[in-house]
């Protein structure tokens, strides 16, 4: 199953020009199997996100953005805001505590610019204690440059972690663009997280034949 496990949706999303039916409809058209709701610090009612998933015969997974002091955090299983989850390990115990999991998405934001040496960057970054709190970060994001991702790339061989795809789409000329391919049949949030923590993924540029 390919499913993109980042996107935008306005109003809950001020900077994306994509309604929700939008995203579905053409993530649809483009051959994927489904989408995850990754609004910025918005929490989306998970029956809500299976309605549309319902209206439009296609998987929709509820999820968040958050702003954290380390950067922007994909997370699943939680879907209310408390306080301090603007620090990362506060995050993580929130996360913890509802069976969840955790990405870094676009990691070469703050930390890797196109003048930069790549190896030089990752060493940096690697530095921060922060991945201890996270389960995997997106190597692959539509939005960033082929050097960006190159980055993000290392970043993860250097964990040894696989790494996720997602478009990062906030319009609809980035649908698609990346993405990740799950082996085994996804139904549900629960499923995906399952499967994300199984490490039976990988992620993929749907704009080359090869990640």
Same mark, same amino acid.
């Given at each position: ?24 409809? /053409? ?96 060493? /940096? ?62 139904? /549900? ?23």
């Amino acid at each position: 199953m390919l499913i993109d496990l980042h996107t935008h949706t306005y109003p809950n999303s001020d900077d994306s020009f994509l309604s929700p039916s939008e995203l579905i409809v /053409n993530a649809k058209r483009a051959g994927l199997d489904g989408v995850c709701l990754t609004d910025h610090d918005w929490y989306w009612d998970h029956e809500a996100a299976a309605w549309l998933g319902r209206q439009h015969n296609f998987l929709v997974i509820p999820g968040v953005e958050t702003n954290t002091e380390d950067g922007h955090i994909l997370a699943f299983g939680i879907d209310k805001f408390q306080f301090g989850m603007h620090r990362t390990s506060f995050l993580r115990e929130m996360v913890d505590e509802n069976g969840g999991f955790m990405i870094l998405a676009h990691p070469f934001r703050r930390h890797f610019y196109s003048s930069d040496d790549i190896d030089e960057s990752v060493e /940096n970054f690697l530095k921060n204690p922060l991945f201890q709190y996270i389960d995997t970060i997106e190597i692959l994001n539509g939005k960033a440059t082929e050097r960006q991702n190159q980055f993000s790339q290392e970043l993860g061989k250097r964990l040894d972690w696989k790494g996720v795809g997602g478009s990062d789409a906030h319009e609809l000329k980035e649908i698609p663009s990346c993405a990740t391919y799950f082996e085994r049949k996804i139904r /549900n949030l629960e499923e995906m997280i399952q499967e994300l923590k199984a490490g039976r993924y990988k992620p993929v540029n749907l704009r080359k034949k090869s990640p």
